[in-house]
């Protein structure tokens, strides 16, 4: 770790829980290697003092930070300046500060599509299907449209909660149409799509033997059909496994993760950060490197 003087400047993840969260050890080894003196912390922050500790960041000149679980919708009205990609997703991720105040954004959805656009297809022929209407579903959801997929399919198991997310696209002039299942529908959509998105929990550790999908739905799935889970332990997932063996090829959640942070990085610091550090500094910290 670089030396932390009187003049290190402070980034940091605010959230609650946050003691499991990973962005200080990719965000501290890209400032390592950078030579830049900063120093990334995660800041516990509870629901009711969430107004008065973004008051004291700015009063503290904390630089910006990344915002997680409860905060990234209830940090919305304390900002001065929301970002459209923020307001699409209904949530803030990344905040920095400007002489106005603080500003917003959501950088999900460009680490959600950042593995995707390695591969070359045609997306307006691609029909996606995603499993959970979470925060980071809708995340998921402004990235199908963005890629200009040709429709998105959501399975849900609560019908009330389903119907809820449907609506909450009407106003958001997407260009590509939501449409919302019931779980027990999810047979009959796996042949109909090409990218199957798990943005439900299940299968995370330490559930690592489970899977939002049973073995036998995935029969039927299309040649080249993509199968990316959003969780990044275990690494792969049951539901990567169950959509390999299949002949799906598989994403996993850990290069959302880098993506996401990378593109924070470069908004609080403005330059281009070292991906690759970031990336092999949590594959090291999860112990997915020999
Ligand atoms: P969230 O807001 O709590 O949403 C979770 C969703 O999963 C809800 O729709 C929930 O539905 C559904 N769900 C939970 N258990 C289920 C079950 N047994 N069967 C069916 N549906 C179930 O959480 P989130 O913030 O969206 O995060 C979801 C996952 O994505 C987590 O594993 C998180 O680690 C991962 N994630 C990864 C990244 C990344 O960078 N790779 C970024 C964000 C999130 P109900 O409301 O009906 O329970």
Redo the contacts with the bound molecule.
């Keep these: 770790m670089s030396l932390i003087t009187g003049k290190t400047k402070l980034l940091g993840v605010i959230g609650d829980p946050i003691e499991h969260s990973l962005s200080p050890v990719m965000h501290n080894a890209a400032i390592a290697s950078l030579g830049i003196d900063y120093v990334y912390l995660a800041l516990p922050v509870k629901s009711a003092d969430l107004e008065v500790a973004i008051a004291g960041f700015a009063a503290i000149g904390l630089q910006g930070f990344s915002v997680t679980?409860p905060h990234k919708q209830a940090i919305i009205p304390l900002l001065s300046d929301v970002s459209e990609i923020a307001r699409g997703v209904g949530a803030v991720n990344t905040v920095w500060h400007t002489e106005g105040g603080w500003n917003g954004t959501n950088t999900?959805v460009e680490?959600?599509i950042a593995p995707l656009r390695g591969y070359n297809r045609d997306w307006s022929q691609t029909t996606a299907l995603i499993?959970?209407?979470?925060?980071?579903?809708?995340?998921v959801v402004v990235g199908c449209s963005q890629l200009g997929c040709q429709g998105i399919h959501v399975v849900?198991?609560?019908l009330d909660?389903l119907s809820q997310f449907q609506q909450s696209w009407v106003d958001k002039s997407l260009s590509t149409s939501v449409t919302v299942h019931p779980?027990e529908e999810l047979s009959e959509l796996i042949p109909q799509v090409d990218l199957v998105i798990?943005?439900?929990?299940?299968g995370?550790y330490p559930n690592v033997e489970q899977s939002?999908v049973d073995a036998a739905v995935w029969q039927g799935l299309r040649d080249g059909a993509i199968a990316y889970d959003?969780?990044?332990t275990p690494n792969p997932t049951q539901f990567l496994k169950q959509a390999k063996e299949q002949g799906a090829i598989a994403i996993d959640?850990?290069e959302?993760?880098v993506q996401?942070g990378a593109a924070a990085f470069k908004i609080w610091l403005g330059q281009t950060p070292p991906v690759d550090i970031m990336r092999q500094s949590l594959q090291q910290y999860l112990g997915l490197l020999p």
């Design positions: 679980i999900d680490g959600f499993l959970g209407y979470g925060g980071a579903a809708r995340a849900g198991r609560n909660k779980w798990n943005t439900t929990p299940v995370m939002p959003l969780i990044y959640g850990l959302m993760l996401q």
